[in-house]
């Protein structure tokens, strides 16, 4: 049995309310669907949260989960996707205050080096949530959790070519985002 057939089996079985087929999606799944989650808002026990709430809608909604031709990760990162929507709608669109325990900090003896890193990034997801939803899906799938074009196009029920537009924006908009500033060393 391949591993989409598999998966297939799962779903049906967790359909009928199958505890262990439950289990074993969640098992499958749940590491995407946080760093998915986590990527968006770079808050880890917030995205923990958020996760376990990915799949207490998805069991909610598993009666209804149809296969159009979108993998049942697909799926569940759709779900992501509208709760991450949801919570800044509910935080009427500000950045979340990081946390200093859910800073890295790189492990080189370089204080300095370190502080400079996470500043960077921090300015880097900064900039990714300007961008469209859509956008900012594409770039969480391609950059930051390694899916190929195909993939990340099944996952969000899209054309290749669909989501090679949407990438070439977002990074085309990141940019311009991040380009240093004319006479900011002058």
Do not use: C
Request: net charge neutral; proline share 3%.
């Amino acid at each position: 049995m391949n591993a989409h057939e598999d998966e297939t089996r799962l779903v049906e079985a967790a359909k009928q309310g199958d505890e262990h087929a439950i289990a074993a999606l969640y098992r499958k799944h749940a590491d995407n669907v946080y760093r998915y989650i986590q990527s968006r808002v770079n808050n880890s026990p917030l995205a923990e949260d958020m996760t376990s709430d990915v799949f207490v809608r998805a069991i909610e909604k598993l009666a209804a989960y149809e296969q159009r031709g979108i993998p049942f990760l697909g799926w569940l990162y759709h779900l992501a996707h509208g709760l991450v929507v949801d919570y800044y709608r509910k935080q009427s669109r500000r950045q979340p205050a990081q946390s200093i325990h859910d800073m890295t900090i790189a492990s080189d003896h370089n204080p300095e080096q370190a502080a400079f890193k996470n500043i960077r990034h921090e300015q880097l997801l900064h900039h990714i949530r300007k961008l469209t939803p859509e956008q900012q899906q594409v770039v969480s799938l391609r950059f930051l959790q390694g899916y190929d074009l195909r993939e990340t196009a099944a996952l969000m029920g899209k054309q290749v070519g669909a989501v090679k537009a949407l990438q070439m924006r977002a990074l085309r908009s990141l940019a311009k985002h991040l380009e240093p500033t004319q006479g900011a060393d002058e």
